[in-house]
């Protein structure tokens, strides 16, 4: 028996919308794809933090919700961070040398983007209960250094705005801030006036652009 014409055609248009389904879902993988893979490498310009949220806006909304969390200011977290891995998710201490000639070890453990050390990002997971995170994922840095200043705020009493004594007790620990080990470290004291600086300028360029981020827009994906 010969199947008619309206069966033939049904089954055509059924065949049909599911490769469209697929070709769309294909689609919306290799854009998550694509977007994770981005976020792994370091912003061309990372002197605008309005520039570095555009090139990864998922970033944003990762300070965003570390601000939230914390009471710390986006353009505080944005400077340490700049600061400690010029926003290399991979960072590391550079290498001491052997003999002036061979490399040596590293200085210490620390990695990523917020340079944590194995023992503080412990601390930090054991704390938060996010025992998944890893530091060189983007959101869960950002929320670590959150942590940390706030942490600085409630046993070192700095205020959430001072990023300069906030960079002092990051670098020293709380309790070497609290000794006030920095003071012997001029070296340290112009880092932290680096750090100060940056956070002026990225609150600056944030209140031009944050409504960038912040508004609501469509789907860019249509389906066929």
Request: proline share 4%; net charge positive; with cysteine.
């Amino acid at each position: 028996m010969r199947p008619n014409k309206e069966s033939s055609e049904k089954v055509c248009l059924e065949n049909l919308h599911r490769v469209r389904i697929r070709i769309w879902t294909l689609s919306i993988l290799l854009v998550c794809i694509c977007c994770c893979a981005g976020a792994q490498h370091a912003p061309e310009n990372t002197d605008n933090v309005c520039e570095i949220f555009r090139e990864n806006r998922q970033w944003y909304k990762s300070a965003r919700s570390s601000c939230k969390r914390w009471g710390i200011p986006i353009p505080v977290l944005m400077a340490i961070v700049h600061q400690e891995s010029k926003f290399e998710a991979k960072a590391k201490p550079p290498r001491t040398t052997c003999l002036c000639i061979f490399p040596g070890s590293r200085p210490s453990s620390a990695y990523g983007y917020a340079q944590a050390l194995d023992k503080t990002w412990e601390k930090y997971m054991s704390c938060t209960d996010n025992w998944g995170a890893d530091r060189d994922d983007f959101d869960d840095a950002i929320d670590f250094i959150g942590w940390y200043c706030h942490v600085s705020h409630t046993r070192c009493g700095i205020a959430g705005s001072d990023a300069y004594n906030l960079y002092l007790a990051y670098h020293e620990g709380h309790g070497g801030f609290n000794r006030k080990t920095y003071r012997k470290k001029s070296w340290l004291l112009k880092v932290a006036g680096k750090v100060r600086t940056r956070t002026k300028r990225y609150k600056g360029q944030l209140a031009s652009c944050e409504w960038e981020f912040n508004k609501k827009g469509g789907c860019c994906l249509w389906p066929f």
